[in-house]
């Protein structure tokens, strides 16, 4: 259980801590977001998304399967979009440093791939 002493020293480190000051530091932790796996909110409707999965489909398929399918093509998305932004971010930072996060990244891809291709899975049995 944590003592009151150590409550308050935690509130007083807070008040101490105000983030980045410098502009490089304000850019650096700008990008905190792609760099600490997928944290990013652009990604489309998945409601919306599968409505269309099933529409195009055209036989019957259950919303589960399409959401299924939809939300492993979103993430498969988003992982590519990072992977975008890092290849971008290659002119400015060091090639290590790049080649370290998409070497990260992979890990990411390998799990929507796989989610991909349980969803499909789920689709084709559906579909018999």
Known sequence: MTSIRQIEANRANAKRSTGPRT???????SRNALRH????????????FAAAIRAGLGCEIGP????AVADAKCELWRVRLV????????GGD?????????EALERYERSALAAQKRAFRSLSSARV
Do not use: W
């Not at 502009?23 to 932790?29: D, E, L, Q, T």
């Not at 589960?64 to 959401?67: H, K, Y």
């Not at 992977?83 to 290659?90: G, M, S, T, V």
């Not at 060091?94 to 998409?102: E, F, H, K, N, Y």
């Open 23 to 29: 502009m490089p530091g304000k850019v650096r932790s």
């Open 37 to 48: 796996g997928l944290a990013t909110s652009c990604k489309p409707d998945a409601p919306t």
């Open 64 to 67: 589960e399967t399409a959401a």
């Open 83 to 90: 992977r975008h932004a890092l290849l971008a971010a290659l």
């Open 94 to 102: 060091p090639v290590g440093d790049v080649a370290r996060r998409l």
